[in-house]
C-alpha cells in the first residue's frame, strides 16, 4: 500500500483543533493557563470555577510534573464535582505535554467531553514550569500566563513566549508587592512595551483585585467562541 | 517501502505521548536495579528479548494484515499486568491519533471506529506502518527500537545519566535489536497459516510485577 496510490480520503478527522466533535457537535473552548512554578495558576483556576460554574458547563485539565497535587487539590477545594477535573501524566517535561505531544492532554481533553459532557469551557493548566512554555494551538483555543509579583519585578521586562505572546498576561500575589519591593507600576510598563495591546490583569486572590478581569475576559472568549 | 517515512515514525519526537512514559525504568530506578549504564544495558537487554519481541510480532503480524482484533486480544493475553494493559491502550489510542493526521487512511479510522478507547500499541503501530506505505520489519523495526530507547531516555532524565552514555546503549544492541527483528518478522508471517498462536509470547514477570507497584505509586514522573 503506497499513498500515491491511496484512494483519496474521507474519513472523519482525527481531532485536535477540529471545531466540531466526532458526531458533529461544536466541541468546548479551550483555555490553557502556563507559568512559572509557584504563580498561582491552581488557585487562579479555583478563582475561575467559583467564578463561572453557575453559568456554564466547564471542566479542568491539570499536568502535575510528579504527582496529582494539583488536580487533588482542586478536588479537595470542591470547586467542581471530582469527574470535571482529570490530571495528566507528563514524563517529567510539562512543556512537552502542552505543545510539543499534546496527545496525552487531548485524550484527556476528549474523555472530559465524552464523560461529563457538553461541555461550554475545559481548562487546562500546565504544570509548572519556565518562561518560554506556551501552548500548541492544537491543543488549546487561547492561553493566560500566569506570574506573580515574588517571582521578581524584571519578568514582564525580560519577557519570552508566555509572557509576550500570551492572549492574557495575569500579574498575581499584588498584595505581596510592598513585602517584596515590586514595583507594580514598572511591571505594568514593561508588559506594555512587550506586548503592544494584549490584556495584562494584576490580581490578588488574597483581597479579590482583578479576579473578575480574569473571569470577564474569559466570559468575552466564550462569547466569540459560540457566536 | 520508504525510508524516510520510517525515520518519520520511528523519530523519538513523533508525537504519540511516549515521552511520558519509561518503559518500567522508573520502577527500576526506585527498585535499585538501574544504576549506571551497565545495569541500563541489562535492563534494555532484557525487554528487547521479551516485551520488544512480542511488541515487534505484534506489529509486523498488523503490518502484513492480521486481524487487528484477534492481535489486541493476543497482546492482552500476553500482558499479565492490568496496569500495562491500560498503558499499551492509551499509547496505542495516542499513537492512532497522530497517525491518522500524519496518514489519513480508512484501514486507521476503522481502528479507531473499533476501539475507541485504544487498541494496543504494537497492533496500532503495525497498521500505521502499513497506512505510512512501510512493511513488517519496519514496523518491527520501530517496536524494537521504542522498547530500547524509551527505557534509555527516561533513565537520562532519573538519574541524570550521561545521555551519550544511554545513546551508546542503544547502539551496543543494535545487533541483537536486528536478530529480534528477524525472529518477530518469521512468527509474524506465519499468523496467517497458525493464527495467533505463532506469536512469541516472551514474559518479563519482574517488569509487569514493577508495573503495578509503580501504578499504585502517589508521586512519580513517568505514567509508567
Redesign the interface.
Known amino acids: 500500500?503506497?499513498?500515491d496510490h491511496?484512494p483519496a480520503?474521507h474519513?472523519?478527522?482525527?481531532?485536535?483543533a477540529d471545531v466540531t466533535r466526532p458526531d458533529g457537535a461544536r466541541r468546548a473552548l479551550r483555555i490553557g493557563l502556563g507559568g512559572p512554578v509557584g504563580s498561582g495558576k491552581t488557585a487562579t483556576v479555583a478563582a475561575l470555577c467559583r467564578a463561572l460554574r453557575d453559568e456554564v458547563s466547564l471542566a479542568v485539565v491539570t499536568n502535575d510534573?510528579?504527582?496529582?497535587e494539583d488536580a487533588e487539590f482542586l478536588r479537595r477545594e470542591a470547586v467542581l464535582p471530582p469527574e470535571r477535573i482529570t490530571a495528566v501524566?507528563?514524563?517529567?517535561?510539562p512543556h512537552?505535554?502542552i505543545r510539543?505531544?499534546?496527545?496525552?492532554n487531548?485524550?484527556a481533553v476528549e474523555d472530559l467531553e465524552d464523560g461529563v459532557g457538553p461541555l461550554d469551557l475545559i481548562l487546562v493548566e500546565s504544570g509548572g514550569d519556565n518562561l518560554t512554555a506556551t501552548f500548541s494551538k492544537g491543543l488549546v483555543d487561547a492561553q493566560i500566563f500566569v506570574i506573580d509579583v515574588a517571582g521578581g519585578d524584571d519578568i514582564p521586562r525580560k519577557g519570552g513566549p508566555g509572557v509576550t505572546t500570551a492572549d492574557l498576561l495575569v500579574v498575581n500575589k499584588t498584595d505581596l508587592a510592598p513585602y517584596v519591593g515590586a514595583d507594580l507600576g514598572r511591571m505594568a510598563a514593561d508588559a506594555r512595551t512587550q506586548r503592544a495591546h494584549l490584556p495584562v490583569v494584576f490580581q490578588s486572590l488574597r483581597d479579590g483585585a482583578g479576579v473578575r478581569d480574569v473571569a470577564g475576559w474569559v466570559r468575552e472568549r466564550l462569547t466569540a467562541w459560540t457566536a | 517501502m520508504s525510508r524516510s517515512a520510517l525515520l518519520v515514525l520511528a523519530d523519538g519526537?513523533f508525537?504519540?505521548?511516549?515521552?511520558?512514559?519509561?518503559g518500567g525504568a522508573e520502577a527500576a530506578v526506585a527498585a535499585g536495579r538501574i544504576t549506571d549504564a551497565a545495569s541500563l544495558e541489562d535492563f534494555c537487554r532484557g525487554r528487547l528479548h521479551t516485551t520488544g519481541l512480542v511488541s515487534a510480532a505484534l506489529a509486523a503480524s498488523a503490518a502484513l494484515g492480521a486481524d487487528p482484533a484477534e492481535l489486541d486480544a493476543a497482546a492482552d493475553a500476553r500482558t499479565p499486568s492490568p496496569a500495562l494493559r491500560t498503558a499499551a491502550r492509551?499509547l496505542g489510542?495516542?499513537?492512532l491519533?497522530?497517525a491518522?493526521?500524519t496518514?489519513?487512511?480508512?484501514e486507521?479510522?476503522g481502528l479507531?471506529r473499533r476501539f475507541p478507547k485504544g487498541a494496543h500499541q504494537p497492533v496500532v503501530l503495525g497498521l500505521t506502518a502499513?497506512?505510512?506505505?512501510l512493511g513488517p520489519a519496519d514496523a518491527a523495526h520501530c517496536a524494537v527500537h521504542e522498547s530500547v530507547s524509551g527505557p534509555a531516555t527516561?533513565t537520562v532524565?532519573l538519574l541524570g545519566l550521561d545521555p551519550f552514555d544511554a545513546t551508546a546503549v542503544s547502539a551496543r544492541l543494535a545487533p541483537e535489536a536486528d536478530r529480534v527483528v528477524e525472529r518477530a518478522v518469521d512468527a509474524a508471517r506465519r499468523v496467517a497459516g497458525e493464527g495467533v498462536d505463532a506469536l512469541p509470547a516472551a514474559s518479563a514477570p519482574l517488569l509487569e510485577i514493577l508495573a503495578e507497584a509503580h501504578a499504585g505509586w502517589?508521586?512519580?514522573?513517568?505514567?509508567s
Open positions: 500500500m503506497h499513498l491511496a480520503h474519513g472523519p478527522a482525527a481531532v485536535s510534573i510528579y504527582t496529582r501524566e507528563t514524563g517529567a517535561c512537552t505535554a510539543d505531544d499534546i496527545s496525552a487531548l485524550e | 519526537r508525537p504519540a505521548g511516549g515521552h511520558a512514559h519509561s492509551r489510542r495516542q499513537l491519533r497522530a491518522r493526521a496518514w489519513p487512511s480508512d486507521l479510522d479507531a502499513r497506512a505510512a506505505g527516561a532524565r502517589s508521586v512519580r514522573l513517568f505514567a
